[in-house]
């Protein structure tokens, strides 16, 4: 069996499971965000009373934090009453930021746990050896009343990871790479496992970040064995109770593929589709309105170090915006203390609130029709960061930077100091 | 759940995502009758809930639904009264949520290529054939598992789970 299974079977109580097989799994772990107070309603809808375990429940105010109408406003009110109401303590309020960093941030993903939130970003977890998946609100609310839910178990294709990173290609660029090239319907009910040797070189942020995009090709969930890289981070974390699987030697994937991450570009996801991906030298000098650096895809610690050396002593040219959107408080303050964000103001960058922000159109940094924006987040689907006639380009937090330095798409591998791959 | 019906198919591409079906700014919206107007709105038919009649079809290309996990998107859907909705696959979090809400889901191989909009369609959900009643072409679905048709047959997960929580007592 793969690690996977061995997870999935542990939670349904069974020796064994198989592909295909649907199985019911006990949760370790429920999020809601802010933007579904129809999980509440469901609940209730569904005969639920006292939710199965409200320790196990977070409530995570990121998608409007803070609310920008009286309607999220009132959802949120909404949300605070049923938390009084039902004993939930795990409230992250919008000073808090996005879930999936905060999920990282307070140690509540751990290998050989099940994670489900309502945000289909939840493969992140993966990179922590978790099952972590996104549901919607009445998938959500059946956990919430009975602390089960069932899932398809999927079958599972491996990706390993081998040469050396270049310089100025990080793990976005691989991932865009990736889905680029396997489409964004391949993973459809089906799990991912990263692998190989580049692993070695990637941080958790980075791993983070694939295993968050994974679900951008249709991915249920994400997973990469836990390591020495997982251990140090949950041991700086304070998490010490968790369970590692191993998968089977004798494991046959549904498919084995090998990328050589020598070979990758810079890349950027090219409007409207994640899977329209290119070399950035291909788009190289289109003009930007806006670029955006944030999200539980890009917006981590190492994403506003990547940015602030880049802008360092520089200044972003008058026809371009850049946003800055710092995924949670934690990395908040870590760029503060290291003084990323000095440096990103003085460049001409503007500080939101932690959160979603504009990623999906919420708030924050909307586009007008015909503007372009170069962005660290997930999606360029039309509309999805304002009017549907604006163009946005996904790229690593260090393309965002050197796009904003220069007003155009710009591959960042001349700006960047020795240090920095 | 009818065991067959027939309706007009509106016809959509591939790797419809849920911002297409249900824009994320409208997401804080909560009762049905608001929910059920932005239906396809960031799609290219972004009048459909205006033109919609109950009981008719949604016809798509392979991932339709893929991207956010909002349950809007099925909302949405259910709230102008879709028949069915068949495509080549589905993203997975709408897959599930609209079985969840008892929304008939068909995957259908070739659909899209057999399927011209304004087509009427006839479905057996028993024996997964899908007509063509303007070309007389007929397909085969997917079978669902017996675990989602026991869903669907329930009318959506909400009416199982209150049987189940009702039998705990």
Known sequence: ?421 | MEQVITGKAWKFGSNIDTDQIYPGIYVELTEMEDIRKHAMSGSEEPDLAQKFKPGEIIVAGTNFGCGSSREHAAMTLKGIGVGAVLAESFGRIFFRNAINLGIPLVICPGISKEVRKGDELKINFETGLVENQTTGKTMKAVPLSQYVMNILKSGGIKNLVREKLQNAK
């Open chain 1, 1 to 421: 069996m793969h690690a996977i299974e061995k997870l999935l079977a542990f939670k349904a109580g069974k020796k064994e499971v198989h592909a295909g097989e649907i199985v019911n799994c006990d949760v370790d772990y429920v999020g809601i965000n802010d933007l579904y107070y129809q999980t509440v309603k469901s609940f209730y809808e569904m005969g639920g009373k006292k939710v199965w375990d409200p320790d196990k429940v977070i409530l995570f105010f990121d998608h409007y934090a803070p609310c920008a109408t009286e309607k999220q406003a009132d959802n949120h009110k909404k949300f605070r009453a049923f938390a009084k109401e039902q004993g939930i303590t795990r409230v992250m309020d919008i000073d808090k930021g996005v879930c999936h960093q905060l999920m990282a941030d307070y140690g509540f993903a751990k290998p050989g746990e099940i994670v489900v939130i309502t945000d289909s970003h939840t493969t992140t977890h993966g990179a922590f050896g978790a099952f972590g998946t996104g549901v919607g609100a009445t998938d959500l609310a059946v956990i919430l009343a009975t602390g089960q839910l069932w899932f398809m178990v999927p079958r599972i294709f491996r990706i390993n990871l081998v040469g050396k990173l270049p310089k100025g290609v990080y793990a976005k660029d691989v991932i865009l790479h990736i889905i680029g090239k396997l489409k964004a319907d391949y993973g459809v009910y089906k799990a991912v496992e990263f692998a190989g040797p580049v692993l070695k070189e990637l941080s958790v942020s980075e791993r983070m970040a694939m295993c968050n995009m994974s679900t951008e090709m249709g991915c249920k969930t994400s997973y990469i064995q836990p390591d020495e890289i997982t251990m140090e981070y949950l041991k700086e974390h304070g998490i010490t109770d968790y369970t590692i699987y191993e998968t089977d030697p004798d494991f046959v994937y549904d498919a084995d593929l090998t990328f050589d991450v020598s070979e990758i570009r810079p890349q950027v996801a090219v409007p409207f589709s994640v899977d329209n991906v290119s070399d950035l030298a291909d788009y190289a000098g289109t003009p930007i309105n806006q670029a955006y650096l944030g999200s539980c895809t890009g917006g981590r610690t190492e994403d506003f170090a990547v940015a602030a050396s880049i802008l360092k002593g520089k200044k972003i040219p008058t026809s371009t915006r850049m946003i800055l959107v710092p995924a949670s408080k934690a990395v908040l303050e870590a760029c503060l203390a290291k003084g990323y964000i000095q440096t990103l103001l003085e460049a001409g960058a503007t500080l939101t609130a932690t959160g979603c922000a504009a990623c999906l159109g919420i708030h924050q940094g909307l586009l007008a029709a015909d503007e372009v924006c170069i962005s660290s987040t997930n999606r360029n689907f039309p509309g999805r960061m304002g009017s549907v006639k604006g163009r946005i380009f996904l790229g690593s937090p260090a393309t965002v930077a050197a796009s904003a330095l220069n007003g155009v798409i710009t591959d960042p591998t001349p700006y960047l100091a020795g240090g920095e791959r």
